[in-house]
């Protein structure tokens, strides 16, 4: 049975009307559409016909008449019930807003245009989710890291290789959760790889740790560092940047403004109160870690940052009312 690109090709060569007909590679891009997306009939045509999407789709497919820079990737979406728009990238601006359903992506493989009748090896296709960093973090934690952590799947490698694969793959694993919590208002404390198999052992001479260990607690270090820095970002935001930025924000949006940071606040108060954070914390404290120290000051500057939240809160709601 004939694919989509093969049935557009067929279609292109009957010589259609249309203005897919010009350019056989503009059919094949609207049969993927029709395929993966089901559009009703007439959507494509209508969205590939406008003129900011002719320019894009022709600048795409490397037509001269384009002019400026080739876009690597294309994205055909739908901002709306029963629309479709195309777009010249993931970064297409705040006007453009969100998916709300699952699109379609375009990739260029390489600075060669396709060829004049064929996208094959020029061009990757594929369904892009409407969430796609929820996607892709799903895949991380039910697919990349069980595969990873699977001890029979690395019998044969190296100790070290074994423990930075694993490394590398938790540590794109909670940037993307951290992003992905950001997006909400909310600030992720991540576990350090290690964080909840902790193991203390110790002696009449004091504290043995072997190798893996010592890996373990350079981790925690590590993680102190990373919180504290993340910690000290929501501090430091004030409701005074809007007018920094030459806005005028009226007393309501001080006090959403004060709302969602004393929400953020509370977020992070109560990660720190876990039992693997607090298991983190008591030790460093045995091993007599310089940085407990610098846990205990975050641990305090989010108290009197909730503190202060409330007074601010009040303030703004006394504003409102006068």
């Given at each position: 049975?004939?694919?989509?690109?093969?049935?557009?090709?067929?279609?292109?060569?009957?010589?259609?009307?249309?203005?897919?007909?010009?350019?056989?590679?503009?059919?094949?891009?609207?049969?993927?559409?029709?395929?993966?997306?089901?559009?009703?009939?007439?959507?494509?045509?209508?969205?590939?016909?406008?003129?900011?999407?002719?320019?894009?789709?022709?600048?795409?497919?490397?037509?001269?008449?384009?002019?400026?820079?080739?876009?690597?990737?294309?994205?055909?979406?739908?901002p709306g019930p029963g629309g479709l728009a195309v777009r010249p990238g993931l970064d297409?601006?705040?006007?453009?807003?969100?998916?709300?359903?699952?699109?379609?992506?375009?990739?260029?493989?390489?600075?060669?245009?396709?060829?004049?009748?064929?996208?094959?090896?020029?061009?990757?296709?594929?369904?892009?989710?409407?969430?796609?960093?929820?996607?892709?973090?799903?895949?991380?934690?039910?697919?990349?890291?069980?595969?990873?952590?699977?001890?029979?799947?690395?019998?044969?490698?190296?100790?070290?290789?074994?423990?930075?694969?694993?490394?590398?793959?938790?540590?794109?694993?909670?940037?993307?959760?951290?992003?992905?919590?950001?997006?909400?208002?909310?600030?992720?404390?991540?576990?350090?790889?290690?964080?909840?198999?902790?193991?203390?052992?110790?002696?009449?001479?004091?504290?043995?740790?072997?190798?893996?260990?010592?890996?373990?607690?350079?981790?925690?270090?590590?993680?102190?560092?990373?919180?504290?820095?993340?910690v000290q970002v929501v501090l430091k935001r004030e409701s005074g940047q809007a007018l920094?930025?030459?806005?005028?924000?009226?007393?309501?949006?001080?006090?959403?403004?004060?709302?969602?940071?004393?929400?953020?606040?509370?977020?992070?108060?109560?990660?720190?109160?876990?039992?693997?954070?607090?298991?983190?914390?008591?030790?460093?404290?045995?091993?007599?870690?310089?940085?407990?120290?610098?846990?205990?000051?975050?641990?305090?500057?989010?108290?009197?940052?909730?503190?202060?939240?409330?007074?601010?809160?009040?303030?703004?709601?006394?504003?409102?009312?006068?």
């Amino acid at each position: 049975m004939p694919g989509a690109e093969e049935r557009a090709a067929r279609a292109a060569e009957s010589g259609d009307p249309g203005r897919g007909a010009a350019d056989p590679r503009l059919r094949l891009l609207g049969a993927y559409v029709a395929r993966s997306l089901r559009p009703a009939a007439g959507v494509w045509e209508r969205c590939a016909g406008t003129s900011e999407a002719e320019r894009l789709l022709h600048a795409f497919l490397g037509r001269e008449a384009a002019g400026g820079p080739r876009p690597p990737l294309l994205l055909v979406v739908r901002p709306g019930p029963g629309g479709l728009a195309v777009r010249p990238g993931l970064d297409t601006g705040p006007e453009a807003g969100p998916p709300r359903a699952k699109g379609l992506f375009f990739l260029r493989t390489g600075p060669e245009p396709p060829g004049p009748r064929s996208l094959r090896g020029a061009v990757l296709c594929g369904d892009l989710p409407a969430a796609p960093l929820q996607h892709l973090a799903a895949m991380f934690s039910e697919v990349v890291i069980p595969i990873l952590a699977n001890e029979k799947n690395h019998l044969d490698w190296p100790h070290v290789l074994r423990q930075d694969v694993q490394r590398h793959a938790h540590s794109l694993q909670c940037d993307l959760l951290v992003i992905l919590e950001q997006v909400k208002g909310k600030t992720l404390l991540p576990l350090p790889l290690g964080a909840a198999k902790l193991e203390f052992e110790a002696s009449p001479s004091g504290t043995i740790l072997d190798c893996t260990d010592k890996s373990i607690i350079y981790a925690l270090e590590s993680a102190v560092i990373q919180w504290s820095r993340q910690v000290q970002v929501v501090l430091k935001r004030e409701s005074g940047q809007a007018l920094l930025q030459g806005e005028s924000p009226t007393p309501k949006v001080e006090l959403e403004f004060w709302k969602s940071r004393s929400e953020d606040l509370e977020y992070i108060y109560n990660q720190l109160r876990m039992i693997e954070v607090r298991g983190m914390a008591r030790l460093l404290d045995k091993l007599q870690s310089s940085y407990f120290a610098a846990f205990q000051a975050m641990f305090r500057d989010v108290q009197a940052g909730e503190n202060q939240q409330v007074c601010s809160i009040h303030r703004s709601q006394i504003s409102m009312e006068c």
